[in-house]
């Protein structure tokens, strides 16, 4: 359940999140949507560094950087071309480093699975490093808002009709063209089902825009 005072900020925020599925049947390797951009070789992402903050990486999991190489998945089931915490984890938190603070327009994230790893579900925390209590490594039981950390969003591509395999974009933005003018992104995942030990998304890229 998500807490009161969430529901709260998100009703008030000007922050949008918007997401799309492309089915197993139509789903291709360039990841095209209706209306949310294909993964970029460009974005500033590409530039950024990623450091695991809590949680483990499956042993069939790439590396984090695969997150912002500009390789995607060559079909559905490709493990070692996604990023996903250990099986039968609750998920875990990593964060992005761009050195300077930047403006950011838009987080885009993208997951590829035929099955319950599909699905996206995370919160997006932001800080510009200026912060005088930020930590820079909260773990897992520590409300990064409570140390430095801004909570931009929480993104869920869950279905309330069943609809799990498939592919997703997920996308973040500001009615203002602007998220923020932030130098960290810290991504909090956590797993989508718990009818098993299969639950935590198979991440294929993730996009992050500059303003113009």
Known sequence: MIPIWLMLMLLFSDVKVTFERNPISTATREFKFKNIASPAQDDAAAKAKLTLIDGELDQGSAELA?????????????PG??????AGSS???????????????????YSWHPSSRGPQLYKLYAADGAERNLNLDPKRGVDPASCGWKLIALVSTLSDRGEEGGQYAASVADASGS??????????????????????????EIDVIEKK
């Open 179 to 204: 998220l923020g003018k932030y130098r960290y992104l810290l991504f909090d995942c956590y797993l989508t089902e718990l009818h098993d030990n299969w639950g935590n998304t198979f991440y294929s």
């Open 81 to 86: 071309s996604n990023v996903y915490f250990r």
């Open 91 to 109: 998920g875990g938190r990593f964060r992005m480093d761009f050195t300077t603070p930047i403006d950011i327009a838009q987080v885009n994230t």
């Open 66 to 78: 695969a997150l912002v190489d500009g390789y995607l998945p060559p079909d559905e089931d490709a």
